[in-house]
């Protein structure tokens, strides 16, 4: 990276460490922090979506909607979340390359499990085998997103479901007594008030969400917790930068990453919980209008 | 191989006993349930382990967190911050780095008079060094929860105990833990079905498993892996763990009825699942 670190053998002290935390490897590390945000990012409001779909379905009135919205806040009561993580990504995988393989290739006959393969035409694989390496590497973190967003989306489907129940339910007869109709009541009413019963579970959420993260590496994703074994391992003197087992001092590091993006979260939620809470007909709401009135 | 031979030959094979080698081929239905249901052991015993020594501690960080001293709380809110802070994920990785460089041959202390060497390797075997990991980050959970409802213990039930005279720790005993637990309980109950959930990552986080002697995923990942075919293995692990969680929500719900023996039915707190305490 600088000039001063073109041969790190006669470096030693500070000068060797800034040039051994500039390596290209290091970059990738520092990006992969990127990775993890990105993944926070994006998963967050897809899990959001499914789950606000689960618990409207589990609502319904439509029985197999309905049965269909309960299944689905339930599983992850019983089921680790990590049999989801390592489930997901490869049923998704084979599922969408049989059903490739259905309609790009009608004609082939042979079976697709042969004994212990899962066999596709050549045109239904995914991502097909010319293509660059970066389309494996964004399928791959798309597969992972997607196993984050259904087992978030069944937690959040859980939050929301119980903060619909939670709004009074005087509310929504009254709503009923001015005339508005169901889907009325439920945009106009149930909604607009049920986020403040929901955010102390939603802000758990996120807090387990930023926790389960580092499960990114069991999904083979070259994350954080990847770079930390990768970097920290013990390097003999072949290295240009050579250095006994320090993954202890990098697993440190991502300790404090994780302790500090928790906290912070916390402090957001905490401001969000009292700007939500204002007029609102709740203990901390009303402590609010005694205080300014 | 009839099914009852394999029952025989792999029932206890995630402990070491029965057929060396892991099936290769050919896996039938019968080699999945029964491997897995033997690696079902291993979260058993973390699970049940970890709960019973985290309770013993949960109470006393609680209790530590609720000091007026600053030289007890300070320590019991750091080390709940922490390890409620960061994910478990890590601190298995962490741990296990930490006890492998401990010395190979043990930590000798002397005691003036005598010699002791504390042997370490130990701590880097799964059964042991997991146990050390998911026992302080339960008891960090438990010790917020039991603060928690520390904290809620009516000042009512306080005063009636000191009316009656009950002071330091008879009056903790017969008053201020029996509420604290009753008032804790449905949250602990979550805690614990995902401590045991919590288990399945221990042979995915740095600690190896032995001889393939590993937990129920350890097992499902390796014939998912094998059969390139998650839709056998994994339901198979989900099922167990099903059962496991309504047998932990029984078990629970019995220590609920007895806690609560004295109320009257309707004013009894139910058992609620709250997502809140996956780490």
């Given at each position: 990276m600088f000039e001063s670190c073109a041969d790190p053998s006669l470096l030693d002290g500070l000068p060797w460490l800034a040039c051994y935390l500039t390596t290209g490897k290091h970059m990738a590390f520092y990006g992969s922090f990127l990775t993890v945000l990105a993944l926070l990012a994006i998963t967050a409001p897809f899990a959001m979506l499914f789950g606000f779909g689960g618990a409207m379905a589990a609502r319904s009135d439509i029985a197999p909607l309905r049965w269909l919205g309960k299944t689905y806040t339930a599983m992850v009561r019983g089921v680790p979340d990590i049999v989801f993580f390592l489930f997901v990504p490869i049923a998704m995988d084979q599922g969408l390359e049989w059903l490739r393989h259905k309609v790009k290739c009608p004609d082939w006959d042979a079976p697709i499990r042969q004994g212990s393969d899962f066999v596709v035409c050549t045109a239904a694989k995914l991502p097909l085998s010319n293509a660059p390496q970066w389309a494996h590497?964004?399928?791959?973190?798309?597969?992972?997103?997607?196993?984050?967003?259904?087992?978030?989306?069944?937690?959040?489907?859980?939050?929301?479901?119980?903060?619909?129940?939670?709004?009074?339910?005087?509310?929504?007869?009254?709503?009923?007594?001015?005339?508005?109709?169901?889907?009325?009541?439920?945009?106009?009413?149930?909604?607009?008030?049920?986020?403040?019963?929901?955010?102390?579970?939603?802000s758990n959420l996120w807090q387990i969400l930023v926790k389960a993260t580092p499960l990114l590496f069991l999904l083979g994703v070259e994350d954080i917790v990847y770079w930390a074994r990768e970097l920290g391992g013990a390097k003999t003197s072949t290295f240009s930068y050579p250095h006994p087992d320090w993954r202890l001092y990098y697993f440190l590091g991502l300790l404090v990453f994780y302790l500090s993006l928790t906290q912070v979260s916390d402090t957001v939620f905490q401001h969000l919980m009292r700007r939500l809470s204002h007029g609102q007909a709740t203990l901390a709401g009303e402590a609010q209008r005694k205080a300014t009135a | 191989m009839t099914c009852f031979e394999t029952i025989q030959a792999y029932g206890l094979r995630s402990i070491g006993i029965g057929e060396r080698l892991l099936p290769r081929s050919d896996f039938t239905l019968c080699q999945q349930f029964t491997l897995i249901g033997s690696g079902m052991i291993w979260n058993i015993y973390f699970g049940v382990l970890a709960l019973i020594f985290g309770f013993v501690l949960a109470t006393a960080v609680a209790m530590g967190k609720a000091s007026p001293v600053a030289l007890i709380r300070k320590p019991s809110e750091w080390f709940i911050f922490v390890l409620r802070g960061s994910p478990l994920f890590i601190q298995f990785f962490l741990a296990y780095e930490t006890f492998v460089l401990l010395p190979k041959s043990g930590i000798d202390i002397n005691l003036g008079f005598t010699h002791l060497t504390a042997q370490t390797s130990w701590l880097t075997k799964a059964w042991a060094g997991a146990l050390v990991v998911l026992f302080l980050n339960t008891a960090a959970y438990s010790g917020e929860i039991f603060y928690g409802a520390l904290r809620s213990v009516p000042k009512g039930d306080l005063e009636a105990a000191d009316a009656y005279g009950l002071t330091g720790w008879t009056k903790f005993r017969r008053v201020?833990?029996?509420?604290?637990?009753?008032?804790?309980?449905?949250?602990?109950?979550?805690?614990?079905?995902?401590?045991?959930?919590?288990?399945?990552?221990?042979?995915?986080?740095?600690?190896?498993?032995?001889?393939?002697?590993?937990?129920?995923?350890?097992?499902?990942?390796?014939?998912?892996?094998?059969?390139?075919?998650?839709?056998?293995?994994?339901?198979?692990?989900?099922?167990?763990?099903?059962?496991l969680t309504l047998v932990v929500i029984t078990i629970f719900g019995q220590v609920n009825r007895r806690l609560n023996r004295h109320l009257a039915p309707a004013a009894r707190s139910r058992i609620r699942y709250r997502p809140q305490l996956i780490r």
């Open positions: 590497e964004v399928y791959g973190f798309a597969l992972a997103m997607i196993a984050f967003a259904i087992v978030f989306g069944a937690f959040a489907a859980n939050v929301l479901s119980g903060a619909m129940t939670a709004v009074p339910v005087g509310q929504i007869e009254t709503a009923a007594a001015y005339g508005m109709s169901k889907r009325q009541t439920f945009w106009r009413i149930l909604v607009p008030q049920m986020w403040v019963y929901a955010l102390p579970g939603l | 201020t833990w029996p509420t604290m637990l009753r008032l804790a309980w449905p949250a602990y109950t979550n805690e614990a079905i995902f401590l045991f959930h919590a288990t399945t990552l221990v042979y995915f986080s740095g600690f190896p498993a032995w001889k393939q002697q590993g937990d129920a995923l350890y097992y499902a990942s390796y014939f998912a892996d094998k059969t390139f075919n998650p839709f056998v293995a994994y339901p198979i692990v989900a099922g167990y763990f099903v059962l």
